[in-house]
């Protein structure tokens, strides 16, 4: 079945982070989205633009209203997502705990239901 | 009669053809239902028929049919489109007779499903008592003391999670398996400490919850042998429960260790968790409740409170303060350092813990402190910590014992 693992974390740590430490992180990204990769789970994912880029979109009485900013102000905000492929919850589980930012932020584990886009176009 | 036998069956080995069912099918609501079809026809059939030779085989073998007719009306009413993987995933039945062989045990994997540490505790605990000990759902709330909605709903949601995310009712991986372990244990003490304790109400329909967590240690150890841990909290929880006549008083006041009758102790307990324990830490794996259940068996052998093995006691928790580093077990290291070596050592640490404010709401705190100030002679003190510990605690057996001895210090003065 397949996963959201949706990066949690705090964006003025990486705003805060010493160069060299952050690319070491990005840089254990790379490996870890490698080794997705050679597992033949990964169906997608990608880094967010920080939530100063969010535009947050309603619908209310047939209009659109659009705010500047994410849903929710949180100390934690949604950096990052990857989709995963696997068996059970106990495997996507093993992998979110190899994110990197799981050592500083949090991960969340999403499992998708059988109303997917794809397939009901 | 025949429902007494079919109440018992389900019982001993209601949990063993559900975990079955559940590991067949993949569905807790559809083993449940099934599970229930086959005792329903077991009520219209025995009567007539006989009571099989095999009654759990013959239980297994319909309850598995009517699971599969079950889906097989579920498939029916779905469109075919969604169907096929379901279908081709339902097991084959050719060749099951109603003499079926042993069942094989699924109930291992079925308590490493309901206390999946993906799951909320209280959770846990609910499915494990459902699934495991065959609680109904009324008799779990009553256990728990919320009503019987509420605990129908935990269930529901539990079950609903377990389906969604794909929580695998495989055995964990050997690098995942003591973590694992740690959140089954946990479940069962914690069972068993709710019954221990049981702060709140006394309703007499309630479930014996000590019972059901001692009956779930002794299936886990039966399934896991080998692991020193399983015995030791199966020790712990028979040492624990080995007090229960002498805990108490005729007035349901509460006896602590050092003013128990020792003859009142259940000695055939003591003696099976002393052989446990000693098993056990032979294997040369120790842990937490190994260490607290070798905590326990020195009280249990001591001929006399005053004769208890401080000493010892104090060494072990100092152990135990390593696998669990945690404030109550802090101060019941502290207390055991007061007993063996100093009083006054043992009261400076327990200032030192009641300055971190970790404790705050913990009326055992001010018991101990009052308790070690009253043997050190200091009566006026004693009786300020005891009066706290009173009016933090919210247990009845509890708050009659130191309502006592705060009188028994006002008449000493």
Known sequence: ?121 | MLARALDALQRRDGGRVLALLIRQFRSFDLAEDALQDAYAKALQRWPADGVPDNPAGWITTVARRSALDRLKRQLRQVSIECAPVAASDAPDMAGMDEEASPIPDERLRLIFMCCHPALAQPAQVALTLRSLCGLTTREIARAFVEPEPTTAQKLTRVKRKIAQTGIDCELPDPNEFVARLASVLAVIYFVFNEGYVASTGSDLLRPNLCTEAIRLGRLLHDLLPEQAEVAGLLALMLLHESRREARTDAHGALVVLEDQVRSNWNHDQIAEATALLDAALLRRRPGPYQIQAAIAALHAHAPTAAETDWLQICALYSGLLRHLPTPVVELNAAVALAMSTSIDDGLKWIDRIEQSGALDQYHLLHAAKGDLLRRSGRMDDARVHYQKARDLATNQGERCYLERRILELSKDQ
């Not at chain 1, 080794?35 to 309603?58: F, H, P, Y």
């Not at chain 1, 949604?78 to 093993?94: F, H, K, P, R």
């Not at chain 1, 705990?97 to 500083?104: C, E, H, V």
């Open chain 1, 1 to 121: 079945m397949q996963f959201m693992l949706l990066i949690y974390g705090d964006e003025t740590i990486w705003a805060n982070m010493p160069e060299a430490e952050t690319k070491r992180t990005m840089q254990a990204y790379v490996e870890y989205s490698k080794a997705l990769a050679a597992s033949g789970i990964l169906r997608g994912g990608s880094e967010l633009a920080s939530v100063g880029a969010a535009t947050t979109v309603r619908v209310r009485n047939a209009k659109v209203l659009t705010t500047d900013g994410p849903f929710m102000e949180t100390k934690e905000q949604l950096g990052g997502y990857y989709l995963i492929e696997v068996a059970s919850l106990d495997e996507a589980i093993q992998w979110a705990a190899k994110i990197p930012s799981a050592a500083f932020g949090s991960i969340e584990i999403r499992p998708q239901t059988a109303n997917q886009a794809l397939s009901q176009v």
